[in-house]
């Protein structure tokens, strides 16, 4: 049930419940070791109120990640978008990946779906509010600080032209190569 990975479709709508399980676990595991400190020595002058304070932080942590995921969890992939995409690379080695929702300082930038494909990165997005030129400067700063040179990107607000764009695409021709696999992971590893 869990188990998913950035990139995976559906990882946006298991990770809020994933994070926020956790988040409940290590508060109450903090709660449990300070009422049993207290209960033994009758006042929370003890080491196990140290322990417990030690455990806030990761909790912080993780209720952190809880509502960027929640935040986030409404920019996943449909199921028909990803059928509908992957008529168009199945059985192909073309790196691709689902629901990346990338943060910077001032806007979010989701992607539904996302592939690498002769050094061009093309992305479809949910959102329609999307300044694509500055999401553009976005990930060109991601690749130029890793090393990773000459990738047009292309970033799709309309499904109906990503799909135009996948069907001019003769997949079955595509050789897999490294700055494909780098670009697209490097999106994965940016993303929530």
């Not at 400190?37 to 033994?40: D, R, S």
């Not at 932080?57 to 209720?63: H, R, T, W």
């Not at 990640?65 to 935040?71: G, L, P, Q, T």
């Not at 992939?77 to 509908?84: D, H, I, T, V």
């Given at each position: 049930?869990?188990?998913?990975?950035?990139?995976?479709?559906?990882?946006?709508?298991?990770?809020?419940?994933?994070?926020g399980?956790?988040?409940?676990?290590?508060?109450?595991?903090?709660a449990?070791?300070?009422?049993i400190?207290?209960?033994?020595k009758?006042?929370?002058?003890?080491?196990?109120?140290?322990?417990?304070?030690?455990?806030v932080?990761?909790?912080?942590?993780?209720?952190v990640?809880?509502?960027?995921?929640?935040?986030a969890?409404?920019h996943t992939?449909?199921?028909?978008?990803?059928?509908?995409f992957?008529?168009?690379?199945?059985?192909?080695?073309?790196?691709?990946?689902?629901?990346?929702?990338?943060?910077?300082?001032?806007?979010?930038?989701?992607?539904?779906?996302?592939?690498?494909?002769?050094?061009?990165?093309?992305?479809?997005?949910?959102?329609?509010?999307?300044?694509v030129?500055?999401?553009k400067?976005?990930?060109e700063?991601?690749?130029?600080?890793?090393?990773?040179?000459?990738?047009?990107?292309y970033?799709?607000?309309?499904?109906?032209?990503?799909?135009?764009?996948?069907?001019?695409?003769?997949?079955?021709?595509?050789?897999?190569?490294?700055?494909d696999?780098?670009?697209l992971?490097?999106?994965?590893?940016i993303s929530l």
């Open positions: 049930m869990f188990k998913s990975h950035k990139g995976e479709f559906g990882y946006l709508k298991k990770q809020p419940v994933k994070t399980l956790f988040a409940l676990l290590l508060i109450l595991i903090s449990a070791v300070f009422l400190g207290y209960k033994i009758g006042d929370s002058k003890n080491i196990l109120t140290v322990v417990a304070v030690l455990g932080p990761p909790c912080a942590k993780f209720i990640s809880f509502i960027m995921f929640i935040k969890e409404k992939c449909s199921l028909a978008n990803k059928e509908a992957e008529k168009h690379v199945a059985n192909t080695p073309i790196p691709f990946a689902y629901d990346c929702y990338m943060t910077s300082y001032k806007v979010d930038y989701p992607f539904i779906i996302c592939f690498a494909y002769d050094s061009s990165l093309i992305a479809l997005t949910d959102d329609a509010k999307i300044d030129k500055e999401c400067e976005h990930i700063k991601y690749l130029k600080n890793n090393s990773i040179e000459d990738v047009k990107i970033i799709f607000t309309s499904f109906d032209k990503f799909i135009q764009r996948c069907e001019s695409i003769d997949f079955s021709k595509y050789e897999s190569n490294d700055k696999i780098k670009s992971e490097l999106i994965k590893s």
